[in-house]
């Protein structure tokens, strides 16, 4: 474990290294990132212009649940951006070099490459929610603390979806379209899953639990949410990160029985 | 035990290789939209009534347009080659035999637009039938004329600025993909995807038209719902026109320019 | 003590296959004709601590995947192969420590980093001690020549100094093993002999386990004592590599400088031609008539020089390859 750990920590600085060393590519994508996140808060601008609530939220509460929405989303390409660059590894046949070495084949192709550009988007992402947060909400430290266990389950939920993809791509090699379904699907949490109709929002709770993901935390925070739901949330999140690592284990013997 | 094993996963996988990835790509064409009309239907459900001026069942109508609009015009496959031949050499393969670049991707972009409108089509009924947009066809024969030529106008436009910003590879091929990523983010916030542009506060307003992208789906929309007509079509028509002939000057220019520096590396 | 055993190795796919064209994509998205690829087909050997061991065969024969079921990356269809005292596919990492796979043309390290780093994971990865890592970093750096190189970028070298540095890279963790897949194969004359020095070298001093797949004779020659042939996933061969000469070899060549014009019809009854560039002629003699024949031409013809020599290699295996001695 320590030794996984001291070798993400190798890959992450280097990722980062590499990147920091782009900077003309570093103002693009920053601009970029920002620019889309930006540009849906004039959706939201359009919502409560007409009407004065969004599925029963307050424009504040609307905000921070965006805002986490992002925060959470980041945080997800921030840690996970090497599953994007799967395939090539997978057709290039490289992925046997790593899958021989003594380490966790998932360190290098899940964790490998951390994104620098969503940290940064991150740390600004941070700072707003430092200033909105207090000058909107009232959070007490049971907020909090729900808030940060429910983030904790949300990367779990997010590290899994992310290893499912991993393993659809040991299985059927194509997946760069299957990363860009997912991330689509994220996208409908910009808004809280309450919003959505009721078969929707189960698909999304129990089926992909985008909706745990995302809205729950941001509930959390504003004290909307019972401590009974906040743990069995987490108990779906282990339980769901449990069933994508055996899904992984089982693609890889796959790889093992009929690549040539 | 790993024999049967074996069999099932090899034929499983055979199956799948590339008709997956096919099939993956029209989910997610298919997906993108109705992810928008969920989004929408969400927001309006609470309210039931109009928002920025638009009804439910118009707001549906649009999103349905978009997806219509946006399989004609945003289908290119040149862009995700042109850069990768420039970064790996394999342009000069192109450039020793008698035929022009542009006009080769432009010609296989044509093709793949053609399937991808073939598939489209059943896409679209399916959705039609499934979400029952009011969709009313334009009687007016001018105004079909005007939609067919406003949607030719835009896949060019598209074509050219697709072709533009893979050009970039010629001095920054590391940098393909940032360029991609921008235009990527600009066409889905700026070109209508998600909402009518008028939806937009003025100043945004002012400032998209001051690019092309509201080209490529708002306003063949607008005409085609004949919110647009007579002498402000004729109005877009000439934004096109001149917006078409600075993209194809700029990848033009651009090409030549970029073909000098072209090192062939990589071969 | 065997360090490593292969007991009736089998490893079987199932490919489809596509009619060309439209048409041929079309029907085959409805129905698909599955073919059986016999990979490996019953291969059976064992290869003692310290030996260099070449495999060759005609691309296809099986020789990457048979290496690939030793490494642990694939699983056999049939058959026992212990490595080290492990299984393969199960994958220890206790296992995966004591040995390394270096495929030709594919890397490892990372490519806008110096070598140092790659080194550096690789020692973490491998859980190298300091002080051995920096005694076998010398030690590579020195037998490959590549002191000033370390802290270079990767994708600023050469091709032959980028394959040295996958080498230390592969070799920082002194493996007892080393699984070389092709290592020969995109590199230019010089830089091939450089590797084979390297490979030979590095089995001298080291007393590494080797085993290497190639399809070029020149790998085989230079290196290996113990040559596996493999072909259509059967083992046709194993031995050394004298023995496959005497083995398959049934024909001599005598190589004749005339010192006056000869007509090559008249040279045809002593055997087969397979040289005819006046004034030098090479022929090929039945093993057994070489003497006499020799004598014969010495006798009728004018000679300036003549030679007996064995066959070429290349020669011998493409002939096993083709089926006419199979043994």
């Given at each position: 474990m320590k030794k996984s750990l001291k070798i993400w920590w190798f890959y992450t600085a280097n990722s980062f290294q590499q990147m920091a060393a782009n900077r003309v590519a570093m103002v693009i994508f920053l601009f970029g990132k920002i620019f889309r996140i930006a540009m849906f808060f004039v959706f939201l601008n359009l919502v409560f212009f007409s009407a004065k609530s969004l599925g029963g939220y307050t424009p504040s509460q609307a905000i921070l649940f965006y805002l986490i929405f992002n925060l959470i989303d980041t945080t997800g390409q921030l840690l996970f951006r090497e599953v994007y660059r799967f395939r090539p590894l997978l057709v290039s046949g490289d992925l046997d070099l790593i899958l021989v070495k003594p380490i966790n084949p998932l360190v290098r192709v899940l964790l490998g490459g951390a994104d620098l550009f969503d940290l940064v988007v991150f740390a600004a992402l941070l700072v707003i929610l430092l200033i909105y947060i207090p000058s909107n909400f009232i959070v007490t430290w049971p907020f909090f603390f729900g808030f940060l266990i429910l983030f904790v389950g949300s990367l779990l939920i997010s590290a899994a979806l992310h290893i499912a993809i991993l393993s659809f791509g040991i299985l059927f090699i194509s997946i760069d379209h299957l990363v860009m379904i997912y991330r689509d699907l994220t996208?409908?949490?910009?808004?809280?899953?309450?919003?959505?109709?009721a078969p929707l929002r189960f698909l999304l709770t129990f089926i992909i639990p985008l909706a745990v993901m995302f809205t729950l935390p941001a509930k959390a925070l504003m004290g909307l949410i019972t401590w009974p739901n906040i743990m069995l949330s987490l108990i779906i999140s282990y339980f769901i990160f449990h069933i994508s690592l055996i899904f992984w284990r089982w693609s890889l013997r796959f790889y093992g029985s009929a690549s040539s | 035990m790993k024999k049967y094993l074996t069999v099932f996963h090899t034929s499983w996988q055979n199956e799948f290789t590339y008709r997956l990835n096919f099939i993956l790509w029209r989910v997610r064409n298919i997906l993108r939209i109705l992810l928008t009309y969920f989004l929408w239907n969400g927001v309006f459900l609470q309210n039931n009534n109009i928002i920025a001026g638009f009804t439910k069942p118009q707001m549906l109508t649009y999103v349905f347009l978009v997806l219509l609009v946006q399989s004609i015009v945003l289908s290119a496959p040149s862009g995700d080659s042109i850069g990768g031949e420039i970064g790996s050499g394999e342009l000069s393969n192109y450039l020793v035999k008698p035929v022009g670049y542009l006009r080769y991707w432009f010609t296989r972009d044509l093709s793949s637009k053609l399937l991808n409108i073939l598939f489209s089509a059943g896409e679209l009924s399916i959705l039609y039938l499934l979400l029952k947009p009011q969709v009313i066809l334009p009687s007016n024969l001018i105004t079909i004329l005007l939609f067919i030529l406003i949607l030719t106008l835009s896949s060019l436009i598209y074509f050219f600025l697709e072709v533009s910003t893979r050009f970039v590879a010629f001095w920054m091929p590391e940098f393909t993909w940032g360029f991609t990523f921008l235009t990527l983010v600009f066409i889905e916030t700026l070109s209508g995807m998600i909402f009518p542009l008028s939806l937009f506060p003025p100043f945004l307003l002012f400032m998209v038209h001051l690019t092309p992208f509201p080209y490529l789906i708002y306003y063949p929309i607008s005409v085609f719902v004949g919110t647009i007509s007579g002498i402000s079509a004729l109005a877009v028509v000439a934004a096109m026109l001149f917006w078409l002939v600075v993209l194809y000057k700029l990848s033009k220019f651009i090409w030549s320019r970029g073909i000098r520096v072209y090192a062939s590396e990589g071969r | 003590m065997p360090i490593i055993t292969v007991n009736h190795l089998k490893k079987h796919y199932q490919v489809h296959q596509k009619d060309p064209g439209l048409s041929g994509s079309i029907k085959s998205l409805f129905h698909r004709k599955y073919y059986d690829v016999?990979?490996?087909?019953?291969v059976s050997f064992s290869i003692e601590p310290g030996e260099l061991v070449g495999f060759i065969g005609p691309n296809g024969a099986g020789k990457t995947t048979t290496l690939k079921v030793l490494s642990g990356l694939l699983y056999p269809s049939s058959g026992d192969v212990s490595v080290l005292g492990y299984i393969p596919w199960e994958r220890k990492p206790a296992f995966q420590k004591q040995f390394s796979l270096v495929m030709g043309q594919k890397n490892q390290l990372w490519w806008d980093l110096p070598a140092m780093e790659s080194f550096l994971l690789n020692k973490e990865i491998y859980e190298v001690a300091d002080d051995q890592f920096k005694n076998t970093l010398d030690e590579l750096v020195d037998l490959l020549d590549v002191k000033d190189l370390l802290k270079v970028q990767v994708r600023k070298l050469s091709l032959g100094q980028r394959m040295k540095m996958e080498l230390i890279a592969a070799l920082i963790h002194s493996p007892k093993i080393l699984f070389l897949d092709e290592p020969t194969i995109g590199l230019d004359v010089v830089m091939q002999k450089k590797m084979r020095d390297f490979i030979k070298d590095y089995n001298r001093k080291f007393n590494a386990t080797i085993l290497l797949t190639s399809h070029y004779m020149d790998d085989v020659k230079e290196l290996c004592k113990r040559t596996i042939i493999i072909d259509k996933g059967k083992l046709l061969f194993d031995g050394a590599l004298s023995e496959i000469i005497k083995k398959y070899a049934d024909h001599k060549l005598l190589t004749i400088v005339f010192s006056n014009g000869v007509e090559q019809k008249d040279l045809e009854k002593y055997g087969v031609i397979k040289e005819f560039e006046s004034p030098k002629v090479v022929i090929s003699v039945k093993r057994e008539e070489a003497p006499k024949v020799a004598a014969k031409i010495l006798e009728k013809f004018p000679v300036e020089d003549l030679n007996i020599e064995e066959p070429q290699i290349e020669d011998i295996i493409r002939e096993v390859f083709t089926g006419k001695d199979v043994a």
């Open positions: 996208a409908l949490m910009r808004i809280p899953a309450d919003v959505y109709s | - | 016999k990979a490996v087909d019953g």
